[in-house]
């Protein structure tokens, strides 16, 4: 039995299909090559403690009821603990935790989904505890709901748990079915830019965008009640409905439902190796979050706004929860040097922040690993 293990978790990038995770639509995510690294090891006794390079340590005894704590970072963990002891009791034992990073947090990249996947995923194999990747990213997911109280979709925690190299994961996320799709860009790379600007509105914000959504479906279900996901109401009857909705609620039920429709254009175009049209599907979806759905930010859209000139950049679009982060844009590989220049320079004029790049590739999910 072994004493000791370490474990990388990843972060995510999404391609195309924001927000409609929690809508019931399609999403196109994977993992990538960026880790949470997360050392275990059991103690002889009831006492835990967890040591973060970049956020500091905390202790408590695993016997001891787990409860919320009023140190944000620490309820990541804690969440994740309390939902394993509901569904194995008495299996956990005292165990340390050592944490490094090398996911850039606030980034949109999902930092959070893999710290939780990472200690769900570390527990699991320290103390055999049987989990299939099913419970692993149901635990993660109610720890955010619940500890974290950020109510979350599925996307960040699915990805993180089943992502594979060179594979993207075209899920549907009302019937959990999905299919790993060949990431083949050939000449062009996939660049984050990372606004490294994160506003402090972004957690309220999304429960509210996922509020307002379930409002939307309400309203129109009284209409029409065979509707059960917004994604799956045509944007004629959404028209159609027009004076029943707020300004707002009309605007974001539009979004759910073409944001949907784009990630299925999407597969079509990447099937046929259609990049450039991809890339203008990527603007769209960029467009909708920004005026419709209303997640962006000045900074995203500067630097979204500045590839629109730019011959080899095919797309680009702010990428995960919004209100800061980054954008993800596809770019000739022979031009990143030229293109991140230009931005650095740009961003910095315009903002006086500096901008941090993230060269991404689609690798596997969470599991053990040799280094630290
Ligand atoms: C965050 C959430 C995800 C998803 C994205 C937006 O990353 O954790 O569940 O809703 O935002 O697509």
Avoid at 27 to 32: E, K, L, Q, T
Avoid at 267 to 284: N, P
Avoid at 304 to 320: A, I, N, W
Wanted: with cysteine; net charge negative.
């Amino acid at each position: 039995m072994t004493d000791s293990i370490i474990i990388k978790s990843p972060g995510r990038i999404n391609l195309i299909g924001e927000h409609l995770d929690y809508n019931g639509g399609y999403v196109f995510p994977g993992a990538i090559n960026h880790n949470i690294i997360l050392k275990f090891t059991k103690t002889q006794n009831n006492q835990c403690t967890i040591i973060s390079e970049g956020f500091g340590s905390f202790s408590f005894n695993i016997q001891k009821p787990i409860k919320i704590s009023s140190n944000h970072w620490e309820n990541y963990i804690l969440g994740v603990i309390h939902g394993i002891h509901k569904i194995r009791p008495d299996k956990l034992k005292g165990f340390n935790c050592e944490i490094t990073s090398s996911l850039p947090e606030g980034a949109g990249i999902a930092s959070s989904a893999a710290l939780e996947c990472g200690v769900a995923e570390g527990l699991n194999q320290l103390f055999n505890l049987n989990f299939s990747d099913h419970d692993l990213i149901d635990i993660s997911v109610k720890a955010e709901h619940n500890f974290v109280k950020n109510n979350c979709g599925i996307m960040d925690q699915f990805s993180i748990i089943k992502g594979k190299a060179q594979k993207l994961i075209l899920l549907n996320c009302a019937t959990l079915k999905f299919e790993f799709f060949q990431f083949e860009f050939d000449d062009y790379s996939i660049i984050l830019l990372n606004s490294n600007v994160k506003h402090n509105l972004s957690e309220s914000e999304y429960n509210l965008r996922r509020k307002e959504c379930e409002q939307a479906l309400e309203i129109i279900q009284k209409h029409h009640s065979g509707y059960n996901y917004l994604v799956d109401v045509p944007e004629n009857i959404i028209d159609e409905l027009k004076d029943d909705l707020t300004d707002k609620l009309y605007k974001r039920a539009v979004f759910v439902s073409q944001e949907n429709a784009r990630v299925l254009k999407s597969v079509t175009h990447l099937k046929k190796r259609e990049i450039v049209k991809f890339g203008e599907l990527m603007y769209e979806s960029h467009d909708g979050l920004s005026k419709k759905y209303e997640v962006s930010s000045s900074e995203l859209d500067f630097l979204v706004e500045l590839t629109k000139d730019l011959p080899y950049v095919v797309g680009s679009r702010m990428m995960g929860g919004g209100f800061g982060g980054s954008t993800i844009n596809i770019v000739e590989k022979k031009f990143i040097n030229e293109f991140l220049s230009l931005a650095y320079e740009k961003y910095k004029s315009k903002f006086n922040h500096n901008l941090v790049s993230l060269e991404v590739e689609i690798s596997d999910g969470v599991g053990s690993a040799n280094v630290i």
